[in-house]
Each structure stands twice: as structure tokens, then as C-alpha cells.
């Protein structure tokens, strides 16, 4: 196994269990490992510190184990089998919901790995090379750990790899090949997407948010902006909202949303959905919405586009403050992990002041359990919302 050598003083990050090895911080290297390979990591002083994959770019050693262990089928089944107990724990996995993110990189201590548990599917999305090779062991734990309660498990890393590794990426069937892509996430059905769809096929992370929203539904005319497949929405209904209308710019996800409309609310007439792009339906609507969502994609993929994605959050955000009804409430997110909770608090009362509302906040929200932030890597807090009471 190649061994690579950090710089005096640079394994104090390390030392605080920071999952991470930047390529500043590398003094040598017994030999230069291939992308993707196992390698341990010594301080300047021949003391072992840490074992992880191998990646070329600025983080070049992302962090498996800090203690000198191989690591194989059971160390990725102990690992796997850590953050089911997690989830299992804290009462995610019943009846009622059988959707949740089983391993949240970073967070699960699997930097690169994704799993999501839909029923008996799970989708596995690799972004690093290392977990891209080591995807068959990997699945073969998982089939272990998860026993019959899963079937399938379809792999999805088409769009999550490193353009440059030039892998022979492929999403495909790892185990099984079930088609039946209905789930279900508090007692609601829906599709997911896991052939084609944006991540793994469904935004399981928005499941807390959209419960708290649908206690606000009620009698309200609701605006679910950037929809995708309804989530939002059909919380919206089952909480009794008097109408409700979806946006989205891709005509697939309005398919979507009312294929999942109509398995959980057949033959209702409170809902509509719209394939237009958000910006251009808030300058023209017309219809008196008192609960407005915002759930836009990442507008920073990266620090360096982060003035334009604060710009682009002001816009937006303005658009809906100018428009909602007084005594609405306007949930409005950003999934940017870029952004942070302050840049994304400016932007959104930014928009408020200059759109001349008064406005207070009633809740400050963030992304679920089964997507925890490793304390030591505060990097793995994305999602940030804010439900906000417009006067
Ligand atoms: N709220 C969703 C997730 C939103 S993902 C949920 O709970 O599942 C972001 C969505 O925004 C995608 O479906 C994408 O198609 C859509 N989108 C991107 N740009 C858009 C635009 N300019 N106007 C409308 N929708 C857009």
C-alpha cells in the first residue's frame, strides 16, 4: 500500500478527526498511488495517522479510518451497519416511511458515499473514484447488513464522478432489477425516479420540512415553486389546502409530480401543475397565494459563483415578497452548501426590505437526521430554510 507523507504541523486537522487531506498539506509520497487506491497517511514524523482513498484535485486523501485497520467488506459492513442503527434508532424506519438516507458521506463517516433506502431498492451514488472501485464490496455489505428488507440495489454515479477520472461510469442494477418504483414517506406513495431522476430520484432531505408545512396548509391557496416531483405539494394537500399549484421548468418533473398526485389524491381538483420557469410564473401570476414555497436548486455549485447565487437567492426571494398575500408565510430554502446560514439570511431579508414587507421568522430549518453532520466536518451542512410570517 502507498504511504503518503504530510508536512510538519500539517496533521493537526487530522488529528481532530477532519475526514479530509488537501494537497498542500502532502510532503511526499512513497510512490504516486493511481486515483481511486487505499493509501495511508503519516505525519512528517513516520507516525501513522490515517487510511483513506486517493483522489487527484485539492482534497487528495479523503479519510476511511483513523485507525490503522484494512479496509475490506466488514470494515464497510461494521460502518454500514453503524448507520442503520442511527436510523433505526431515532424511529425514521416504520411502516409509514420506508424512504431515508441510510449513509450521508462525510456524516456517516463514508466520505464519498451515498445510499437511499426507497422500500426494497436502495440507490448507491459514488462521488469519488475510491468508492466508484470499491462499489461490488460495498454492495455486497449492504445486502449483508440490510438482509431481506432490500432486493435491488441500483447503482447511480453517471453525474456524480469526476469528469476528468475518465471512468466507464454506468448506472445500473447491482442486485435484482425490481421496476416497481413506488415508496413511501409518512404514509404517502410516490415514484421515484432512480433511472433518470436528479440525485438518487426523490429530495428525501426536505421529508421534516414538508411535515411542518403541511400543518400550515390549511385553507390556504399554496404556490410550490421548483417542485420537482410534488413533495411539497402533496403535504400541502393532505393538510387541507384550498388549492394548490406546482412549478417546475422540466415537464418531466410536472409528469411526475402528477403521477404522484393522483396515486395519493385521485380524482382532486385542488391541484394543477405548470412546467414554466419560477422566475418568469412570479412575474405573471395572478392567483392570491398565501403559503409560497422556494426550493431552487443550488444556485453555488462552488465558492466562486457565490456573488451571482446570493444575487440569484435576493431575485428570487424578492419576487415572492412582492407578490404574497398579507398574512402569508413563505418557506424559502437554499440547498447551496456554498452558501452559508448568514449569507443566505442576508440575501432572503435583503429581498424583504426592499421589497417593503414586514417580515418575522418563524422557523429556522435544516436537512433531516438520516443526513447528520459529522461535527468534525461542519463543511456537511447544506440545507438551510427559513419559514418566515409576511405581514
Ligand atoms: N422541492 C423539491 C426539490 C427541488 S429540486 C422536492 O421537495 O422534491 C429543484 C428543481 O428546480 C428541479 O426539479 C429543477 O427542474 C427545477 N428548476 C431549475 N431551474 C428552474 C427554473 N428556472 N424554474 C423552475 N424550476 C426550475
Not at 10 to 26: N, T
Not at 33 to 55: L, M, R
Amino acid at each position: 500500500m502507498k504511504h503518503i507523507y504530510l508536512k510538519r504541523g500539517k496533521d493537526e486537522s487530522l488529528r481532530r478527526f477532519h475526514p479530509w487531506v488537501f494537497s498542500g498539506a502532502i510532503q511526499s509520497m512513497s510512490d504516486e498511488p493511481e486515483e481511486g487506491e487505499i493509501v495511508k497517511v503519516f505525519t512528517n514524523e513516520n507516525e501513522y495517522i490515517a487510511t483513506g482513498h486517493f483522489q487527484i484535485g485539492s482534497i487528495m486523501v479523503r479519510v476511511l479510518s483513523f485507525s490503522d485497520e484494512t479496509i475490506d467488506q466488514p470494515f464497510y459492513e461494521h460502518r454500514l451497519a453503524v448507520a442503520l442503527d442511527v436510523r433505526r434508532s431515532i424511529g425514521i424506519i416504520n411502516d409509514d416511511n420506508n424512504t431515508y438516507r441510510l449513509v450521508h458521506g462525510e456524516g456517516d463517516n463514508l466520505p464519498g458515499l451515498v445510499i437511499d433506502i426507497y422500500g426494497p431498492t436502495a440507490v448507491m451514488q459514488a462521488h469519488s473514484v475510491g468508492m466508484h472501485q470499491d462499489r461490488m464490496v460495498i454492495a455486497k455489505a449492504l445486502k449483508q447488513v440490510m438482509g431481506d428488507t432490500i432486493r435491488n440495489i441500483f447503482y447511480k454515479s453517471e453525474t456524480t464522478l469526476p469528469y476528468k477520472a475518465e471512468l466507464e461510469q454506468e448506472n445500473a442494477f447491482l442486485l435484482g432489477g425490481d421496476t416497481n418504483d413506488i415508496a413511501i414517506e409518512n404514509g404517502m406513495q410516490f415514484h421515484v425516479d432512480w433511472l433518470k431522476g436528479q440525485k438518487t430520484g426523490f429530495f428525501i432531505d426536505q421529508r421534516e420540512n414538508r411535515s411542518l408545512l403541511q400543518k400550515y396548509a390549511k385553507g390556504r391557496n399554496v404556490l410550490n415553486m421548483f417542485c420537482y416531483t410534488g413533495g411539497f405539494s402533496f403535504y400541502a394537500m393532505r393538510g387541507g389546502a384550498s388549492l394548490v399549484h406546482s412549478v417546475d421548468s422540466s415537464q418531466k418533473a410536472i409528469d411526475l409530480t402528477n403521477a404522484n398526485i393522483s396515486i395519493n389524491f385521485p380524482d382532486d381538483k385542488r391541484h394543477t401543475a405548470y412546467a414554466e420557469d419560477a422566475f418568469k410564473f412570479l412575474d405573471k401570476m395572478q392567483t392570491p397565494y398565501d403559503l409560497i414555497i422556494l426550493d431552487p436548486p443550488a444556485f453555488a455549485k462552488h465558492k466562486d459563483a457565490l456573488r451571482n447565487a446570493l444575487k440569484g437567492y435576493t431575485r428570487l426571494n424578492r419576487k415572492a415578497f412582492e407578490k404574497i398575500q398579507p398574512g402569508g408565510i413563505l418557506f424559502t430554502f437554499s440547498c447551496s452548501q456554498a452558501v452559508n446560514k448568514d449569507q443566505f439570511r442576508t440575501a432572503v431579508f435583503t429581498a424583504a426590505a426592499s421589497a417593503g414587507r414586514k417580515v418575522r421568522i418563524l422557523h429556522q430549518l435544516h436537512q433531516p437526521a438520516d443526513h447528520p453532520i459529522n461535527i468534525y466536518h461542519p463543511e456537511g451542512e447544506y440545507l438551510k430554510g427559513l419559514v418566515l410570517y409576511v405581514e
